[in-house]
Structure formats: C-alpha cells, structure tokens
C-alpha cells in the first residue's frame, strides 16, 4: 500500500469545495441555503482523538516489539515484566493493514469534508451582513480548520505503520562492501534498516 500524497489531498479539497460552491450557488436560486449545525467542529474532533490513540497504540507496540528482538539479536537478557504487565505481543499484520486503510480512508473522508465546508463558506463570504449567513461562515471556518486535526492524526498513523524500505543495499554497510562477520547462530539473516534490526527469512539456496 502506497502512502497517501498530500498532492492527492488538495486536490480532493480543491475539486469538493469548487463543486459545494457551485451547488450552494445553485441552491440558492431556489431557496434558502441549507443549515450549518453548530455541532458541526465536535465530529472531526471526535476522530481526530480516536486516530490519534491508534497510532500511539500501534508506535507504544512496535517500539517494545523493535527492542525484544534487538535484545535477542544481541544476546541480552528480556527485562523482568513486573507485576499487573505483560510481555509485548507482536502487531498483527492483519490488524496493522486495516488500520492502515483507515487512516487512508480519514485523511481523504477529511479532505473532503473540509471542501465542502470550505466551498459554503466562500460562498457565504457574500452575504456577511445578514446575521444567519454570518454565523454559518463562522461555523464553516471553524469546521474547515478542526478537520485539519483528524487528517493531521491519520498521517500521522500511516507514518507509524510505514513499512522500512527493502533492497539490495540492505544488509550492507556505509562503504558498500559486504560484511565479513557471520550472523549469530540461531537468528537468521538480518537485514539492517533505517528503523532497526529486522530478522528476515529468506528462501532458496544460499
């Protein structure tokens, strides 16, 4: 799963808010525009909390998951776990691709949103004389930036979950030569990347 480019955000923004003013516009010509509610900020908050204790979920358990196998690789002995704890479990692959998706799916459900809101706004922008179209731009731009938090929060997940690049180079040091001293006995290959010491099965003859 690619990540998601910031480009494709805008343009999501850009597009929604072009088409919410053209159909308020529209609207218009055929009666009052619709309501905001002043509940409306209160949502992407709410999302923004919920995205936010996910990645720090998923960052809490890749960190202890990253040190148990960098203390194996390196022979020392796993902390005694105190009383009321428990041994860090590894994070479901599963689990870590459908949260990926989900932080993929809000950061555009947002960029989205905040165009819609964006696109009424402009539009009432006209119109600021009258008490109710005021207060509905008011409410808008309020809406447009508290979106900014939930989409802020589901970057931010795709960037705990990323997964470290992978290539030729990997296992491989500054200068490019390969390493004369054998893996530990019992370990594996190990590929050395930018985020740790990642064990690696690899398959075939070598």
Known sequence: VKPTRPLALVAA?????????????????????????????LTPGILAAIILATALAFRSRLN??????RRTLDGEPAPPILPGQRAPKPVDPLQAARAVMFAKASSMVGAIVSGVYAGYAVYLLSNLDIDVYRSRAVVCGITVLAVIA????????????????????????K?????????????????????????VRRTGAG
């Open 13 to 41: 923004f850009l597009v929604t808010g072009a088409v919410s003013y053209g159909g308020v516009q529209l609207w218009s010509h055929y009666g009052t525009p619709p309501g905001v509610p002043a509940s409306a900020p």
């Open 64 to 69: 202890a998951q990253r040190e148990a196998v």
């Open 150 to 173: 939930p989409l802020a929060a589901a970057l931010f997940l795709e960037y705990v979950l990323r997964v470290p690049p992978s290539g030729p180079e990997d296992g491989l040091p």
């Open 175 to 199: 200068d490019g030569n390969k390493t004369s001293s054998p893996p530990r006995s019992g370990s594996g290959s190990v590929r050395n990347r930018p985020e740790g010491t990642y064990p």
